[in-house]
């Protein structure tokens, strides 16, 4: 099989170019991956320079500036066209690589996506998908849970919600591997009838659906439980839950700082639980965990979080590949196909009976 | 000033009728309010008989049965017009109290409060409060947080969301003392553009009350954090939003008892650990706290965690006695005609220039 190739945002990131350049040359090392540099090649050329790498995996495309954290996207992706986000993006329209990688702007990103890249046939609303962690849930070996969407749309028509449900069902299947994951539906009571006309019919919707393991309505401490593989909701409420888990992990980690001054007791408690703590915060700091996949166009983007390490960076690229080799956006563009094809049936049936 | 009168479910929680009875109890002997018990007469005078009571200050409202957790609320209403619940609302309603406390199903308390209290005119839907607590955030020391609805809506109008606010702005001034408490409208970006229609109408809304403290947008992350003092939001948000939090807090307990078995060390650390643990806890545990109001009615109406302990139920009963005192529902209704008042005169301003 060729060589997967992927495109990564050189100047996306807190630490950008040290760690995307770092990640690129480890890459090169160490996988069989080939790796596109996207940023200004003087920069570039001037890291490379200072860690071992395999010259002959690594191309530099060209690429001017970068848009900030702090930036209005719409209008940073407008002033700034050459922007390595922008020209990355346009590479992939292209079919210059295939997959992408940036652990810039979220926004910018989600943006970018939308003005260049194709979405698959069928599907009009992209979806940002968070991976987390949980506690380990019976047959599923694999802790990570995935929910999506968490802010690439604001709100869904019951249909998007359904394709949603097959992005993470193609997600979770191919690359945490979890045979027929299970997917609930985040709403304010386990009851079909619950959260209004929307999450009602995307209800019905996706119980009517075979193919996937749908397991009904899910509530918001089913989240952190870890009650099924894929999560699906609209942006707004996705992106809300997201941050407030962030958020109340940023609260333990205060409190530990706060005790561990308070007495000498807690602070040989905290000493000697060390350990535990590390393993704690592993499993609420979501960023620690490869990229969250932007869903619903024809290639792989991956979303890597704004303080990647080289390391996490390469564990974004390793899944990018991953995503492209096994044809995840195949899958899903099957699955979206066939239920289109079955609702023209339907409409047909409807029509000659 | 006379004493304030609360109706109290004796049938309503995980402790009935033992909890709700000794808060009546010791609520008789130790403030100057008097408690209508709501229940089975037989029942709550064997469990009077047991507790020291102040038998003037105590009057028993008979009911029949009561509404379980686990019943679907609105036929259980239809089905038990005699249940404990739907008799304390109908006293309610009838004037026979100032305020109403039940520890019993939420769905319930929503729906029978709908059916049978008067709404507060020009408020068509009403919002259920969480109390929570945040770190100690600026002037304000009182470390109570407010965030509402969580759960008495689905989706709301943009003037529904303001109307919230000015419920969160009289509850968090007169119960927790808060001047001028500052308001959030929780979405899924800062700027005043972001989360669809509804919202972007509220935040207009908003940002034209002067006598309130509206700071903009939050953030889910800005929740535990403490970042305001009052948070509106659609029920569905709000709902998943704080289930979610819940679920983290019982995930960390959880850990917790598994290090505990871990490792010598670990349970070591955890032991020194025990009394920051249990601070912590109370920080994430909104359950501890007094109980969640039922805002948008002429009376106060308090929901109970259905866990409540007598000493829980004998706080929210104060407080309802607080915010009967205090006149809340009066300060909703004077903001709601005051705005209603306003947009009167500028339909007739439009109208006649």
Redesign the interface.
Known sequence: MAAMRILLDAQGGDHAPVEPVRAAAEISRTTEIDIVLVGEPDVIAAQLAQVPHEAARIEVLPAQGTIGMDE?PREAIERKPDASLCVAMRALRDGHADALVSAGSTGALVLAAAQWVPRIPGIERSALAAVYPT?QRGKNRDRFALMLDV?AT??CRPKDLLFFAYMGHAYASRISKVERPSIGL???GS?PT???ET?VEAHRLLQGEAQLNFTGNI???????GKVDVIV?E???G??????????G???R??GRW?FK?SL??K??????A??LRR?KQ??DYSEYGGAPLLGFTRPILKAHGRSSARALGNAIKVAAKAARDGVCDEIARAVADFEARQGQDVAAAGGG
Do not use: R, Y
């Not at 992106?239 to 109340?248: D, H, P, Q, R, Y």
């Open positions: 209005k506690p802010g604001v709100h985040l709403n304010m009851e619950k959260g209004g999450l509530e918001g401490n089913d989240i952190p439980a909701c942006g707004l409420l992106n809300v839950t997201l941050k407030m888990a962030e958020g109340t940023e609260l333990f205060n409190l005790a308070q007791l807690w040989l408690g905290l000493l000697l639980l350990s535990g704690l499993l609420t």
